[in-house]
């Protein structure tokens, strides 16, 4: 039959042809999303696999068969699902684009679109056959041949399975309520079996920096690598014509009258007592400057007509929140939340996300994010599949190879 004599050409015509049909329907569809969840992804999973045995235990020596276990469909449709995977790497994944063309083709939700879905059985579909080529009979050099591709249909297959049960959710924890409730992206409310209550949020700041600005466009005078400095106490800086000196700096303090004073109350802001000579004219100026915070107003002084230096907002360097996490059993637990430092609990990884900036370290809410991820062990199976593969040709050498 001509179908025999197909290769790369036609593989790829069938993959990048299956491609298009997915984006074809998403867009004329209007932004199907499928989603399997527990337990009927697992339903779908266990009838896929037993459609597959038996198409190979009775259909094996049969032409399409054959072909669909070839390098040439293999190669084919790994490029195209390589470039997918691309797609989702270079493109958000949020939901963002609301009503234009990458919203309607579904670019920026793609595990949950047509061409996702359609792309991945396909997938899923040739490198089982191509696994079960190699299974029957099973021989010893094939052996790292099979844990390779098998670790790698593994991943697809619970990335395909695991999105309906993959959740991002958002929390907003605050001091005076116990909160149950998370959102997702699109704002719709999940009753959660955790709670969260927020004990203490906090951020530990770098040194502010001092700036000479340009009174009228608002921007850095100058070069700003000569014109930006982080302030430490006692120092001198030369910025273009301006000789600074840094008499006092606090990093938390208040407007009392004249003069700011350290002291840690709420909405204390950094400051630092200036003093400035101009190199030119040999004018000296003298006076205090602030970041400011949500009490406080910033302060800058006045170094000419022209220029104002500035005090610009602390930079971040750690930010956590200590809070409670309640179960609906009643178990009650302290833990600090940083970001990129979950805490785990019930199958759910909780993030610190943000806060209420305007109040900087006194916020009263702390954003958390919760993940939780069933799946994920399947993944870490056939990652370690992968490598027992790479391992397993490495030790057998050349006597795989050939």
Known sequence: MKYLKWKYKE????????????????????????KLSWPVNIYCALGFISLMGIINYYYRGHQIVKWLSSKYASVSIISTFSLLVLLIGFIP???SFANNAISRLGLNSLTSSWPFSIIILYFLSVLGFVILKK??????KNIGFLLNHTG????????GLGNGDFKRLVMEANLDNTVWHAFDRNNKTYEMPLAIRLIKFDIESYNP?????DKVTGKISGKRNKNVSTIEKTKQIIMGEFNITINKFYKESYWFGSLFKPVEYTGAAPSALISVVNINSGDTIQGWITSGSYKLR?????????????MLSPEPRRFSSEVQVITKSGSRKRA???????????GWNLYQLGYNQKM??????????????PWLPVVYVGIFMLIAGAIFMFWQGKRILD
């Open 93 to 95: 994944q949020s939901g």
């Open 152 to 159: 790698l249909w593994v991943i697809a297959f619970a990335a």
């Open 209 to 213: 920096k001092i700036a000479v600005i």
């Open 11 to 34: 593989g790829f015509i069938i993959s990048f042809g299956l491609l298009l049909l997915g984006f074809a329907m998403e867009f004329f569809l209007g932004n199907h999303k499928i």
């Open 298 to 310: 910033a302060q800058s002084l006045q170094l000419d007509e022209n220029n104002l230096l500035v």
């Open 360 to 373: 900087g370290k006194w916020s009263e809410i702390s954003i958390i994010e919760l993940v939780r991820d």
């Open 135 to 140: 299974l029957t009979p099973l021989k010893r």
């Open 336 to 346: 600090i939340i940083e970001v990129n430092k979950p805490y785990k609990i019930m």
